[in-house]
């Protein structure tokens, strides 16, 4: 069983930064797409970013359009570890954000996902 687990949520002012880690065990860590989601209050889950596996043909990255150019994805094979750089935090990104693996391609979608952590809050005020 993997086990997924975010850090690094908290309070950030409007145009601020945070950075969301997310650990995951299972051998090999390296083997697996992660992701990133967030759900905001009477929100749907939306998709944030993902990355593939260190084992896949390519390396890419997926983001959505509303975090693009503002969020990076990346990951630490040695530390079992993915991170989420958020910059210019907005009140719209308020959300509890979700951390995901899964074992093939990364993807959009959460149905895809396999492993999940139990969030981490992220508030942003104005």
């Known amino acids: 069983q993997v086990q997924v687990a975010e850090s690094g949520g908290g309070l950030v002012q409007a145009g601020g930064s945070l950075r969301l880690s997310c650990t995951a065990s299972?051998?090999?860590?390296?083997?697996?797409?992660m992701g990133w989601f967030r759900q905001a209050p009477g929100k749907e889950r939306e998709f944030v970013a993902a990355?593939?596996?260190?084992?896949?043909?390519?390396?890419?990255?997926y983001y959505a359009d509303s975090v693009k150019g503002r969020f990076t994805i990346s990951r630490d094979n040695a530390k079992n570890t993915v991170y989420l750089q958020m910059n210019f935090l907005q009140s719209e990104d308020t959300a509890v954000y979700y951390c995901?693996?899964?074992?093939?391609?990364?993807?959009?979608?959460?149905?895809?996902?396999?492993?999940w952590g139990q969030g981490t809050q992220v508030t942003v005020s104005s």
């Open positions: 299972g051998r090999p860590f390296s083997s697996y797409a």
């Open positions: 995901t693996a899964r074992r093939g391609a990364a993807s959009m979608r959460g149905e895809d996902y396999t492993y």
């Open positions: 990355m593939s596996s260190s084992v896949a043909p390519s390396y890419y990255t």
